[in-house]
């Protein structure tokens, strides 16, 4: 499906207008300033006249149950299933990404949008018609499908569904407190110990993450990290 019409877009949430029809988002720590017609680094947040849309607002590329193990998440309702969802497009370009398919897609497929039409509410429904627990936004990253996941987790809340963030925390504080009300848990992908790891294969800083996952301790988010062991790249034996 292509993401282009003006149905399919959502005014975002967390920027501001610049001068000459530029935009600035606020939602992750790239701070991307947009220009006309033109998208930020993730590929799935546009400036239209002036304005900011997300294209990814209500169209999921993945859903599916899984155990929160796989998150993975062992210390939050464990023995639980989790009702995982995504839409396309992510804030990083990490040259090892196991979902570079949904993560890299507007990048691979020329800004093309994918995904199936699913309101928040039925995102809910869904997980409680599986007798899931919690929600996970995940296999992309969630910051960049920021205001489709906001909506679903307030939601969720009112259900008594516990709402997890699979994340590169890479989001702007700004971000974290407009969520935060809602969020019960996060997996952070600590990629590495060093800024030169974090430059030259994500396409990101080390700092701003760190920063967050402090944060988040102190907001009352449960905080679980995964790192994934690259040979020769993050697996040195100062990191």
């Known amino acids: ?39 930020g680094i993730c590929g799935v947040r546009e400036n239209r006249e002036g304005k900011l849309y997300t294209l990814v607002y209500g169209r999921a ?6 155990p929160v193990e796989k998150k993975p998440l062992f210390h939050l309702s464990p023995g639980s299933t989790s009702f995982s969802m995504a839409a396309v497009g992510c804030n990083f370009r990490c040259l090892q990404c196991q979902n570079h398919e949904i993560s890299q897609l507007p990048r691979d497929q020329e800004g093309r949008i994918e995904g199936s039409e699913v309101s928040p509410a039925k995102v809910v429904s869904l997980a409680k018609q599986y007798g899931c627990q919690s929600i996970s936004y995940t296999y992309t990253e969630p910051t960049i499908y920021f205001e489709y996941a906001y909506d679903i987790s307030r939601q969720a809340r009112q259900e008594g569904i ?6 590169n925390g890479y989001m ?11 969020l019960d848990a996060a997996n952070v992908d600590l990629k590495s110990f060093r800024e030169k790891f974090y430059r030259d294969v994500c396409g990101a800083r080390l700092e701003p993450i760190l920063e967050n996952l402090k944060r988040m301790r102190q907001m009352g988010i449960w905080v679980e990290i995964t790192t994934l062991v690259i040979p020769t790249l993050n697996d040195s034996d100062q990191e």
């Open 172 to 182: 702007t504080g700004e971000a974290l407190d407009t969520i935060q009300p809602y």
């Open 61 to 66: 590329i993945s859903l599916n149950v899984d």
């Open 162 to 167: 516990k709402n997890i963030f699979v994340t």
């Open 1 to 39: 499906m292509s993401g282009d019409r003006e149905e399919d877009m959502k005014e975002a949430m967390l920027y501001s207008p610049l001068e000459d029809g530029e935009v600035q988002c606020y939602l992750c720590n790239h701070r991307c300033i947009i220009s006309l017609s033109k998208r």
